[in-house]
């Protein structure tokens, strides 16, 4: 099975700053990467999908970037509805997994 | 737009099968494959499987002998069987569609319409 490991779980930032998250594959996974976004009893969103192609819709401070096995969503410049955790996920094995989160605060 | 809705109960007796509905409105069952993901405290987000529009199927080996996903086109459904279950099963479940972008000689798979998830308790 492919882990994924995220870093850090908790971030904490304000408004108007420029945030990475980071996202560690077990093994090569090319660009098989997705990112996600969830808030509260909400369903994720998807933003980011084959490491860097930005989903239709997503404001456009949203970023995605590989290195090797690891894996980048920033986010240019902190708004208020930004605030939330957000997930990768590989999609190199059919067996998809995803990271445990990073959870976004004020 | 394509929308998703699952349906079904919230409490599941242990031992016995949790079956869940997922409705997609606004497109076509025919096209994409369709998954089901499910989200606990202990576990985060765990993939359990899909079927795409011919009915293959695919599974998270550690359900695949509890598992059963399965398409019922003329409904614009599809399903989710899970049996046997535990509290371990305790959880969010959501139904997604699993679109698919053709680039650079590679498929590139991801998630992008989710229903709003339904609570499914296993107790006694």
């Known amino acids: 099975d492919i882990q994924m490991t995220q870093s850090p779980s908790a971030l904490s930032a304000s408004v108007g700053d420029r945030v990475t998250i980071t996202c560690r594959a077990s093994q090569n996974i090319g660009n098989y990467l997705n990112w996600y976004q969830q808030k509260p009893g909400t369903a994720p969103k998807l933003l980011i999908y084959?490491?860097?192609s930005v989903q239709r819709g997503v404001p456009s401070r949203f970023s995605g970037s590989r290195s090797g096995t690891y894996f980048t969503l920033t986010i240019s410049s902190l708004q208020p509805e930004d605030f939330a955790t957000y997930y990768c996920q590989q999609s190199f094995s059919t067996l998809y997994s995803f990271g445990q989160g990073t959870k976004l605060e004020i | 737009q394509v929308q998703m809705q699952e349906s079904g109960p919230g409490l599941v007796k242990p031992s016995g099968t949790l079956s869940l509905t997922c409705t997609v409105s606004?497109?076509?069952?025919?096209?994409?494959?369709w998954g089901w993901i499910r989200q606990s405290p202990q576990k985060g987000l765990e993939w359990i499987g899909s079927?795409?529009?011919?009915?293959?199927?695919n599974y998270n080996p550690s359900l695949k002998s509890r598992v059963t996903i399965s398409l019922e086109t003329s409904m614009n459904q599809f399903s989710l069987k899970l049996s046997s279950v535990t509290a371990a099963d305790t959880a969010v479940y959501f139904c997604?569609?699993?679109?698919?972008?053709?680039?650079?000689?590679?498929?590139?798979?991801?998630?992008?319409?989710w229903g709003k998830g339904t609570t499914v308790s296993v107790s006694s």
């Open positions: 997604a569609r699993v679109s698919y972008d053709f680039w650079t000689g590679d498929y590139y798979y991801y998630m992008d319409v």
């Open positions: 606004g497109g076509s069952i025919s096209d994409y494959h």
């Open positions: 084959a490491a860097s």
């Open positions: 079927v795409n529009s011919s009915g293959r199927d």
